[in-house]
């Protein structure tokens, strides 16, 4: 009987990890369908709202140079959603992390957090939007009184046909209102881009410590290291203090002359 029990231990153990690796995968899914639900229906009320999500990833610090080529490689095949690197950094040895923003489609924003979540355990999600109602209005209304403007300037053109400086004027006025619609053009086209494309921050975070022996381990292995800075420190220090050294003794030569010489007088 007690071999028995013996037996159950590891048993129930592995039933548990299983048990606690499924419900957190399942937090992990109601979490990414409740994000979908909260988006997908703001983008069915709201024409102009512009979506930036965040997330956070914890894995092995060896593993994290390799998983964040493999959200590169991704996002680069991805053409489906038009996937766009737009920064990406990465630092590898003791201060091992990374980080990446993307743009790309709304369809194409669970795949790419679920291809981020395979990398190690996601540990965090958050969710920005940024309603552009009122500059998508404005740039409408700027387009509108310069395209106005444009044509009024083409019929003064016509009827100065006869007066060459104010003809040279006109010219030169519809140069720059051409120049500002143009501008006003490019404004709306990235405020459209930023509407129809989600961006998606990805951090890649090294896993907390696994075991009480570890954080102990990590410092045995940067002893020497640690030594050799404390030594340097210790030589910058006593450099640093040199000259101040040498005034101390001077002032206390002096103080200590001074005091003979009232003494002996």
Not at 10 to 21: D, N, V
């Amino acid at each position: 009987m007690r071999k028995a029990k013996l037996w159950l231990m590891p048993l129930c153990l592995f039933l548990f990890a299983g048990c606690s690796s499924d419900s957190k995968q399942d937090e992990s899914f109601g979490v990414a369908q409740s994000m979908k639900m909260v988006a997908d229906t703001q983008r069915g009320s709201a024409e102009y709202l512009a979506y930036e999500h965040r997330i956070t990833v914890r894995l092995a610090r060896e593993s994290i140079e390799a998983g964040f080529n493999r959200l590169v490689d991704y996002c680069g095949q991805d053409r489906a959603h038009q996937c766009t690197v737009l920064h990406a950094s990465v630092n590898t040895g003791d201060y091992a992390r990374a980080s990446l923003r993307m743009r790309l489609a709304p369809a194409g924003v669970e795949p790419l957090i679920a291809q981020a979540a395979e990398t190690g355990d996601l540990n965090a999600r958050a969710m920005d939007v940024e309603d552009l109602q009122t500059a998508v209005a404005d740039n409408s209304k700027r387009m509108d009184m310069l395209i106005q403007y444009q044509s009024r300037l083409q019929a003064l053109e016509k009827e100065s046909a006869a007066d060459v400086d104010a003809l040279i004027r006109v010219a030169g006025e519809l140069a720059r209102v051409q120049s500002d619609i143009e501008y006003a053009q490019g404004e709306k086209a990235a405020l459209m881009q930023r509407i129809q494309m989600d961006i998606v921050n990805i951090s890649l975070e090294p896993e907390r410590y696994g075991s009480f022996f570890e954080p102990i381990a990590e410092a045995a292995s940067g002893f020497g290291e640690n030594l050799s800075n404390a030594i340097a420190f210790a030589i910058t220090g006593v450099a640093y203090s040199m000259p101040w050294l040498v005034l101390l003794i001077f002032l206390i030569w002096l103080v200590r002359k001074f005091w003979l010489r009232r003494h002996t007088g």
